[in-house]
């Protein structure tokens, strides 16, 4: 009973995610980021400013955030929208362990269809410098940690979690992160490139540190999952609030 | 043998009152909450299964709070009115996977066991979204049932079944209170209340209105002062006769016709009213209830 995850619980988020038509959109993020790479290596060969802008702002601002998303809010939304959710909370399980089983299989979403995919796509495009794949799949794989605990708190905070992490990645990561540099700061995705960057061996942040890059993400997983499970011990099944 | 106790209980979202200063003991056996639609039966059945904490009061279980305090599920089995259940599994899937998460020796067993008792042995390898909403009910029984809770909390259980199966469910309640368990359901109806649960608690409008045996409350609702309209062909000569009846309290000329009339004993009226108008060879033409909604009886209810 000591154990951090609950083996049922996983099971059920797992059948949760792939049960509905999202586990369609998670297999179409991937597909399409490494079709691009092959046609990118077809027309433009190894290039390695194509293969870097692809990887970063494909792999790390579009397919890992949004795999994230989808694969987050699969595993909560629905079942806090109808309260199914109380058959879960009805049980004598701590409420970390619940979400904790959730996040493991969103995270295994992120592994499976962004992270890997970032690595098969670098090796297609960059198949004489496989440290830039593997550094785009580390960065995508933290990243998409974070990004998975910050649409947790989202999924138990709003009941438009899908919609607001949009607007969130699409105002702040991708526009605002565009413009202001100072949003490198608290920005999940450049966090993810200045983590990648020691692993490539190749300037990819030279403005933003990995070391405070790596305590700002801990900081944000740890952080946003205390929030989810505290949240979580306090749900209204009457949804009345 | 478990007791839910509320003491002094209120709960409001902002400047609503979903429910007002209530206290009320639930020991084992089958008792009713009964009440009508929006009285606040659901937010007592949250507050109940610690899906909500009071605003002030306490709500405990043996002593326990319930509010942020999983352990006590191992005590409790939930029936939520919510209809959604994991519609991607098997019925079984779903009672299995309850019974794991209680952390029950032989999940399997307790599952199998579970689904026979609510008769849902044969669909039980079937998918949840193809279920009706009478064998959802069922399913939602099971998966409450899987850990032989001694507490269970049903939110309108009855609300979509059939007569077989209603039959069936309180058959099944009615044994678990005769077992010792606390068993507490909500209903809006006084007649399927009285069929299982010999303690009946009423909640209006977030108050907790009476308490009691079924033939107290029973009688407290037929007994009330019942309000007719009347018309007929000769409205003032009817009145005059009906007061000398000791059944009629009240009876108003009303401006556009007609008799408003107020009774005491309705057994002892529906009598006397049809044999007072043939004595005096007037003709009824109307005779209609002015107040028989359940809001009524309710509302007659809070005010005695």
Request: proline share 5%.
């Amino acid at each position: 009973m000591t154990a951090v995850v609950s083996g049922t619980v996983i099971r059920l988020a797992r059948k949760s995610v792939f049960g509905r038509r999202r586990g369609v959109l998670l297999v179409v993020l991937p597909v399409v980021l490494l079709g691009l790479s092959l046609l990118i290596r077809v027309l433009v060969g190894s290039d390695p400013d194509a293969a870097r802008h692809t990887l970063q702002a494909l792999g790390l601002v579009v397919v890992t955030p949004l795999v994230a998303l989808l694969a987050t809010t699969g595993v909560l939304s629905p079942e806090i929208d109808d309260g199914s959710i109380a058959y879960l909370l009805a049980k004598p399980v701590p409420r970390s362990r619940i979400v904790l089983s959730k996040l493991v299989v969103a995270l295994g979403c992120v592994v499976a269809f962004a992270a890997l995919p970032t690595l098969l796509a670098g090796l297609l495009m960059r198949a004489s410098e496989p440290r830039l794949g593997l550094a785009y799949a580390v960065g995508s794989l933290v990243a998409g940690a974070a990004y998975c605990a910050v649409f947790a708190v989202l999924s138990v905070l709003t009941r438009h979690a899908v919609v607001v992490g949009l607007i969130y990645l699409l105002v702040w990561e991708s526009l605002l992160g565009g413009i202001l540099d100072g949003v490198r700061w608290l920005s999940i995705t450049r966090w993810g490139t200045a983590i990648a960057a020691p692993v490539s061996g190749l300037p990819l942040s030279p403005t933003l540190g990995a070391t405070y890059a790596a305590i700002a993400t801990a900081v944000v997983i740890v952080g946003a999952t205390w929030l989810t499970v505290w949240r979580l011990r306090g749900f209204n099944l009457t949804g009345d609030e | 043998m478990s007791v839910l106790r509320l003491d002094h209980v209120s709960r409001w979202y902002g400047n609503v009152v979903a429910v007002n200063d209530v206290s009320m003991t639930i020991g084992p056996g089958v008792t009713g909450l009964l009440g009508p639609n929006g009285a606040g039966k659901s937010t007592l059945i949250a507050l109940m299964s610690g899906f909500l904490a009071p605003s002030t009061g306490t709500v405990t279980l043996d002593g326990d709070p319930l509010w942020r305090n999983e352990s006590v599920y191992r005590r409790i089995g939930l029936v939520p009115e919510r209809e959604a259940l994991f519609d991607y599994l098997t019925g079984r899937e779903f009672v299995v996977a309850n019974a794991e998460l209680h952390g029950l020796a032989d999940p399997g067993a307790a599952a199998a066991a579970a689904l026979a008792l609510v008769e849902m042995t044969e669909p039980q390898d079937r998918a949840i979204s193809t279920y009706s909403k009478g064998m959802r009910q069922r399913v939602k029984m099971a998966s409450a049932l899987v850990h032989e809770p001694a507490v269970l909390l049903l939110d309108e259980p009855f609300n979509g079944m059939d007569p077989r199966q209603r039959i069936h469910l309180m058959e099944l309640l009615r044994t678990m209170g005769a077992d010792g368990r606390t068993v507490l359901f909500s209903s809006h109806i006084l007649e399927e209340v009285e069929q299982v649960a010999r303690q009946i608690e009423v909640v209006v409008a977030g108050r907790h209105a009476a308490s009691g045996d079924f033939g107290a409350i029973r009688r407290l609702m037929t007994d009330r002062p019942n309000r007719f309209v009347l018309r007929s062909s000769d409205d003032r000569r009817l009145a005059g006769a009906l007061l000398t009846d000791p059944s009629v309290r009240g009876v108003r000329l009303r401006a556009e016709g007609g008799l408003e009339l107020e009774a005491s004993d309705f057994g002892r009226f529906s009598m006397a009213l049809p044999r007072l108008a043939r004595e005096g060879g007037i003709r009824l033409l109307e005779v209609t209830p002015s107040d028989e909604s359940l809001e009524s009886v309710f509302a007659y209810l809070v005010a005695s």
